[in-house]
């Protein structure tokens, strides 16, 4: 680890720590100024959230997409910000502004998937349900996560997210373990909806563009009996907090038919992007892999 990369790790670790302590009052617009900044600073990103917004929504006009990059960026902001509270804060802390609402009995031990979809409220459902799981007679919850390219940053954020007793699987390595929390009656937390390459991925349609999008949700849920729900954390009206639905099991899921499977998640996921879209993580290359003979479309 070089010199850069240790003082980055400590200042960054005791900005979370500060921000966690904190009135919450004072953490939502502080996360409301980051996101302004990103948007205002020229950087890949900020091109990557336009170029989306175009393909996904072509009947908007510039000044209607740049609106829309902004409103995104300011509630990224925010997501990034609060993040503090949700890896450091108590579990009283994250209730206090994330609300749980479920349509399942998450008390009966049997395998269940919980389809979470890239809102910038992700996070938050994710910490909330685990902590809520801590005080009440649940199985207990596991979530697949992308390894960081930050060492100790990832280290941290795998200890911040299992200290209720949840469990996090690093998605590439590990889904033996996946399949073995399933069958043994625990829930699964996970968010299909991201371009991880052409590994166990199928093109399929998301704002009518053939999207690559992972298949696991289909085939685990064959594979162990599980049902599957979706689980969607975003804002509430008065923008103080979020509540998290996890929707009654999805009827006829799975079928025979993995891609089809896989394209009615997507479609259930684009029906609430376009309820909120600002709330949807567009920094995400969610288009970056074409099918062959396809140019980028970034």
């Keep these: 680890m070089t010199w850069l990369q240790t003082i980055f790790n400590y200042l960054a670790l005791n900005l979370l720590r500060l921000f966690s302590f904190l009135p919450y009052s004072i953490v939502v617009p502080f996360g409301y100024g980051l996101g302004w900044l990103a948007a205002h600073i020229p950087n890949e990103r900020a091109y990557v959230v336009k170029t989306n917004l175009r393909l996904c929504f072509p009947s908007l006009s510039k000044s209607e997409i740049d609106a829309l990059a902004l409103r995104h960026w300011k509630l990224f902001g925010r997501s990034v910000i609060e993040r503090s509270r949700i890896w450091l804060g108590t579990g009283e802390q994250i209730l206090s502004f994330v609300t749980i609402r479920s349509e399942v009995d998450l008390s ?118 599980a049902e599957v729900s979706l689980m969607t954390t975003t804002l509430n009206k008065d923008r103080k907090g979020y509540t998290c639905i996890i929707s009654k099991a999805l009827p006829d899921f799975p079928s025979d038919d993995p891609e089809k499977d896989t394209a009615r998640l997507n479609q259930y996921i684009e029906d609430l992007v376009r309820k909120r879209p600002a709330e949807y993580y567009w920094v995400h290359k969610r288009f970056k892999h074409r099918p062959p003979g396809e140019a980028s479309l970034y």
């Design 108 to 225: 009966a031990k049997k395998p269940r998937i919980l389809v979470n979809p890239h809102f910038v409220g992700l996070e938050g459902g994710f910490m909330a349900l685990s902590a809520l799981s801590k005080d009440n007679p649940w199985p207990n919850g596991v979530g697949l996560y992308q390894k960081m390219k930050n060492p100790l940053l990832n280290q941290k954020m795998v200890e911040w997210r299992d200290r209720f007793g949840g469990k996090s699987i690093e998605r590439q390595h590990r889904l033996r373990d996946l399949l073995r929390e399933l069958k043994g009656g625990n829930f699964a937390i996970i968010a299909p909806d991201i371009d991880l390459g052409p590994r166990d991925s199928i093109f399929v349609p998301f704002f009518g563009i053939q999207t690559s999008t992972i298949d696991s949700v289909s085939r685990l849920s064959k594979l162990t009996n």
